[in-house]
Every structure is written in structure tokens, then in C-alpha cells.
């Protein structure tokens, strides 16, 4: 309790402390460390970065994927499929 009085008595008199806690800060909640997810770099061209990376194609993109580094995935073409939505007219 912040601010809360703490009422003593002796025999003739009436003291009044106020007493406040050693910590007003929040408790700090302590982070969960979750593992880490590794994203593609999308890129207009891809290439091997080391002897373990793999070139791949699939679904008509190609991809590097490296089996020692997690940071060497890549893939190439546009980060986004807002091209694949687009209405032609002639």
C-alpha cells in the first residue's frame, strides 16, 4: 500500500509514519526468448554465398537454400504478388 499510515501508540502519545515502499516502479515482466525465424531475402538476383548453398527452382521461382547458414535463403523475384492481381485491358 503507497501512502498508507501506520498508526503506533505509546502510553501518552500518537505517533503517525508514512510508510513507502523500497520499490515504486512496475515490475519488469522478463521476455520469453523464442526462437528465431529466419525470412528469404527476396532479391532480382540470387546467388551461392558458400559451398553448402543450394540453387532450386520451384513453382517457377528460384530460391537459394544453404543447409549450414539459415541467413543464406534467398529468392528471386518481387517480395510482393500484387503483380499476379493485375487486370490487363486492351
Same mark, same amino acid.
Given at each position: 500500500m503507497i501512502g498508507c499510515p501506520l498508526i503506533s501508540s505509546s502510553q501518552n502519545h500518537l505517533t503517525v509514519d508514512f510508510k513507502i515502499p523500497f520499490k515504486l516502479d $512496475? $515490475? +519488469?515482466f522478463r521476455q520469453v526468448s523464442q526462437p528465431t +525465424?529466419?525470412?528469404? %531475402?527476396v532479391r532480382s538476383s540470387v546467388k551461392k554465398m558458400?559451398?553448402?548453398?543450394? +540453387?532450386? !527452382?520451384? !513453382? /517457377? !521461382?528460384v530460391y537459394v537454400i544453404c543447409s549450414s547458414? $539459415? %541467413?543464406? %535463403?534467398?529468392?528471386? /523475384?518481387m517480395a510482393t504478388?500484387?503483380?499476379e492481381e493485375a487486370v490487363y485491358v486492351t
Open positions: $512496475p $515490475p +519488469i +525465424i529466419v525470412d528469404m %531475402k558458400c559451398q553448402f548453398c543450394q +540453387i532450386v !527452382r520451384r !513453382r /517457377g !521461382r547458414n $539459415p %541467413k543464406h %535463403k534467398q529468392q528471386q /523475384g504478388f500484387a503483380y
